[in-house]
Nanobody
């Protein structure tokens, strides 16, 4: 099974930006990929999805986040701009639908 490693999280002030990266241990070219997040005390939710020729975003991040992929490098990225405190969460990448194994995620904290 493909192993996923997320990176790029950190502490950022409201209005700031971060770029998350996800490296897969195997080919992801034939899979739709997505970023998910889980805030404290909440269920994990889908944030952004990228297929072969389409992208989809949760309403809460539309216009602020951009998902991209590089199939040659087996990576998926999430550019996050105009961050808000409510974006604070652990962010994960996975397939869509998700595989059974999840990475460790990367923590994003938006706070002044």
């Amino acid at each position: 099974q493909v192993r996923l490693v997320e990176s790029g999280g950190g502490l950022v002030q409201p209005g700031g930006s971060l770029r998350l990266s996800c490296a897969a241990s195997g080919s992801i070219a034939s899979n739709a990929m997505a970023w998910y997040r889980q805030a404290p005390g909440k269920e994990r939710e889908l944030v952004a999805l990228i297929g072969y020729l389409f992208t989809r975003y949760a309403d809460s991040v539309k216009g602020r986040f951009t998902i991209s992929r590089d199939n040659a490098k087996n990576t998926v990225n999430l550019q996050m701009n105009s961050l808000k405190p409510e974006d604070t969460a652990v962010y994960y990448c996975n397939g869509n639908p998700p595989w059974s194994s999840w990475g460790q995620g990367t923590l994003v904290t938006v706070s002044s």
